[in-house]
Each structure stands twice: as structure tokens, then as C-alpha cells.
């Protein structure tokens, strides 16, 4: 055979290959981001059926302009995000500027060719569960997006998804931020963490005391209710600002207990180290990636001593799947 005829046999099967199998996350098109996508339609509703997932399809431009490339950089590349897309639902990735295939399923859905990304939800039969996310290329657009659709197509909310839902959806504008002293900082600050709109705990010092900066959404909690609810543990609102100088020790019982060895969201890390504080079980706020890494640090015959959970997210996810 001659090598041109093998060249073009080789070529041939890796675009077969692309179709029906699954895309590289290490050497896909930036647009896609790191998400491991489907390649075929028919395929992933056949998978949709045998999982009971909803299946989440990406039409976007491959090559794309900047919007499609910064969509697959940031949004698509986020570690809870890529999770939640994997596990959640089963992805599928369609070319909005190529034939065959792709184009036979844009024509399906009556999406526009050479289009920006636009994300839909549909199940197993490719009914589309929600309406389809177009204009909005941010995180929190696609979490909450996910969200709804898990929850209107009755298929569960998991908690973890719900928490980085909360995060995303702070701009720093709407970010409040209280202090408060108390007699021993790694209590209150797991005593705090249990109310719904803390975003972000963290013990210090500030006027020779011990206390902790919150940050909270204003839209689910306001400062009183906090101060009402610390009072409960004889902390009490620190209304005299001064420096504050945060304590060597954040999350003090998180990080004296395996979890310290997980890459957590800051949100996690507040719930996580409540739970352990409470006795309860903190995994609930695990995704599935961080649930396995955690099942493995549980098999090691020694502890890890790692602190993970003190590294950026992205940082820290890299060196927590490295070690799985």
C-alpha cells in the first residue's frame, strides 16, 4: 500500500474516532476547554438512557474567536465545573462550523453556524429540559443553568454544585464583610460557618483579640442576624475596625483532619470545617473527583500531611489528582 493510501487511511480513522469516541482533554481545542466531551450524538443518548443523566451539549466554534476560546479557558477549565459536567450529566461537544454530523445535529436544534457557545440540557429522548443558555458566557451562568435543569428534570441538586452556585454568583460588589470577637477563634469561626450566606470564614487578631472576618451575602443573611446567631457563643460584632492579622491556623479542624489533603473552594472549605467542628459527615460537600481523592487518602496505610486545601483551587486540584 502506498503511503499516501495509508496516510489518508490514518487520517480517516481519526475522524471516525473523533465521532463516535470521546475528545482528549490533554490535546482537545482550547474551545473545549478540559471536559471530556462526546462526539456523537446517538452514542450519548444511548449513554444518557443506560446512566439516567440528562445529557449537556456545547455547540461551539472550533476553531472560535475569542469569546468561544476564553469560554473553553475559564468557564469549561474550571475543576467543580469540568466535575459536574462529567458526572452530573453526559457532555457532548457539536461543531457549529464543520459538515457531516455536526451540522445534521445544529440543524436539529436550529442553532446558527460560525455562532458563539451555547450550552443546552436535554434527556435521553434530546427533549430539551430547559431553555437553551446563549449570551451568557460566564460560570456562574452555566452552574446555575445545570442547577436548574437538574432540578426540573427531577434528577437531584448535589450539594457541592449548589455551594459553588453561591460563590459564583457574588460579584465583589456584593460581597459584606463583618468581624467579630470571641474567646477562642477556631470555635467561632466553625460556629459561624454553619449559617447559610457565609461565603468565607477566617480567625485573626484585632485589637489584641481573637475574632473572625466573615464574608457574606448580603442577599441571604444580613449583619444582625449574624451577630444574633454568634451571641449564641458569646461572640460578639467587633465595631472598632483596626489591622486585622490573620491567624497561621484557617479552617483549624479541617486542617487537622484528612480533608486538609483535598484542593477545596472557599465555600467547601467553611462548610467542611463546621461539619468535622459538629461531628457530621463533611463528604456530603464533596464532588465526585474530591470524593475519590478522599476514599484514597482513607486506603493509605500512612497520613498524608499535605495542605492541599490552603493552595489556589486550580493549583490544588493538579497536585490533589496527581497523588489518585
Same mark, same amino acid.
Given at each position: ?7 489518508? =487511511? ?69 475543576? #467543580? ?10 457532555? $457532548? ?6 459538515? /457531516? ?22 434527556? +435521553? ?30 434528577? *437531584? ?5 449548589? =455551594? ?27 460556629? $459561624? *460557618? ?18 473572625? %472576618? ?40 479541617? %486542617? ?7 484542593? $477545596?473552594?472557599? $465555600? ?11 461531628? +457530621? ?13 478522599? @476514599? ?13 486545601? @490552603? #493552595?489556589?483551587?486550580?493549583? /490544588? ?8
Amino acid at each position: 500500500m502506498h503511503k499516501k493510501s495509508i496516510f489518508n =487511511l490514518i487520517f480517516q480513522l481519526l475522524i471516525i474516532q473523533s465521532l463516535v469516541g470521546q475528545t482528549n482533554p490533554n490535546s482537545q481545542p482550547i474551545e473545549l476547554g478540559k471536559v471530556q466531551w462526546n462526539r456523537n450524538y446517538d452514542n450519548a443518548l444511548e449513554k444518557a438512557k443506560k446512566e439516567n443523566k440528562p445529557v449537556l451539549i456545547l455547540f461551539q466554534e472550533v476553531p472560535g474567536c475569542a469569546t468561544c476560546q476564553n469560554y473553553g479557558n475559564n468557564v469549561l477549565s474550571h475543576p #467543580l465545573i469540568i466535575d459536574a459536567i462529567e458526572n452530573e450529566f453526559i457532555p $457532548l461537544a457539536i461543531y457549529n462550523n464543520k459538515g /457531516g454530523h455536526d451540522k445534521k445535529i445544529l440543524s436539529k436544534y436550529n442553532e446558527p453556524s460560525w455562532n458563539n457557545p451555547v450550552v443546552r440540557i436535554v434527556d +435521553k429522548n434530546g427533549k430539551d429540559i430547559i431553555t437553551r443558555l446563549n449570551g451568557n458566557y460566564s460560570d456562574e451562568g452555566l452552574v446555575s443553568h445545570m442547577l436548574l435543569a437538574l432540578s426540573s428534570g427531577f434528577y *437531584g441538586q448535589p450539594e457541592y454544585l449548589k =455551594l459553588l452556585n453561591a460563590e459564583l454568583s457574588l460579584s465583589d460588589y456584593d460581597k459584606s464583610e463583618a468581624v467579630f470577637s470571641m474567646y477562642c477563634f477556631w470555635s467561632g469561626e466553625a460556629h $459561624l *460557618g454553619e449559617l447559610d450566606g457565609i461565603t468565607k470564614t477566617e480567625p485573626g487578631f484585632m485589637n489584641g483579640k481573637e475574632v473572625v %472576618k466573615v464574608n457574606f451575602d448580603p442577599s441571604v443573611i444580613d449583619e444582625k442576624e449574624i451577630a444574633n446567631h454568634a451571641a449564641k457563643a458569646n461572640c460578639s460584632l467587633e465595631k472598632k475596625k483596626s489591622k486585622f492579622r490573620a491567624d497561621k491556623d484557617p479552617q483549624y479542624y479541617l %486542617k487537622n483532619s484528612i480533608y486538609r489533603s483535598l484542593a $477545596l473552594s472557599d $465555600l467547601q472549605k467553611t462548610k467542611i470545617n463546621t461539619a468535622i467542628k459538629q461531628g +457530621k459527615d463533611a463528604s456530603i460537600y464533596l464532588s465526585p473527583s474530591q470524593k475519590k481523592a478522599l @476514599t484514597f487518602l482513607k486506603n493509605k496505610n500512612t497520613k498524608s500531611k499535605k495542605l492541599i486545601y @490552603t #493552595l489556589d483551587l486550580n493549583k /490544588g486540584w493538579s497536585e490533589m489528582m496527581s497523588t489518585i
